[in-house]
């Protein structure tokens, strides 16, 4: 079971990635302003990260029917990766302080609409489903209705 947990203000919080795996897992990033954020910031983005992750429905069961989040998880027989959602909270974390703090919300979106088809862009020119891409790149073998190929 994951057991990595952040305390604010007394609270604790349940999280995928702590301040310190985040600091590593950026460390041999080159151009990361993750170094720059602070401690406190860090952990929220941390916890709300966690969060956005955890709105997703996934394949499998979870390792433990009484814990707080939805991974670890058993797919298959096989238990989930640890370091993939490690990574993926961190990009997370990283993504959604880039947009401001804002968790996507969609307060700055632009449409663009021709017939049948459209296209949506918030102000700072990412997409409004930059978080879910990231999800997908990293978690997509996990998400309920993906693919898993074994070869």
């Known amino acids: 079971m994951i057991d990595k947990i952040i305390t604010i ?87 959604i302080y880039s947009d401001g703090g804002t968790d996507n919300s969609m307060s700055n979106i632009k449409s663009v609409s021709l017939g049948d088809s459209s296209i949506s862009f918030v102000e700072n020119g990412k997409t409004e489903c930059e978080d879910d891409l990231i999800i997908e790149k990293f978690l997509s073998e996990y998400l309920m209705g993906g693919v898993r190929v074994i070869l």
């Open 9 to 95: 203000n007394g609270k604790n919080y349940y999280t995928y990635a702590t301040v310190e795996d985040a600091d590593d897992y950026f460390a041999a990033s080159y151009g990361s302003e993750w170094e720059t954020i602070s401690e406190n910031q860090k952990q929220k983005l941390l916890i709300t990260a966690t969060r956005v992750i955890d709105r997703k429905d996934y394949q499998g069961e979870k390792l433990d029917k009484n814990q707080p989040l939805k991974f670890p998880r058993i797919i298959e027989g096989e238990q989930t990766s640890e370091e993939i959602l490690i990574a993926a909270c961190s990009e997370l974390a990283a993504n």
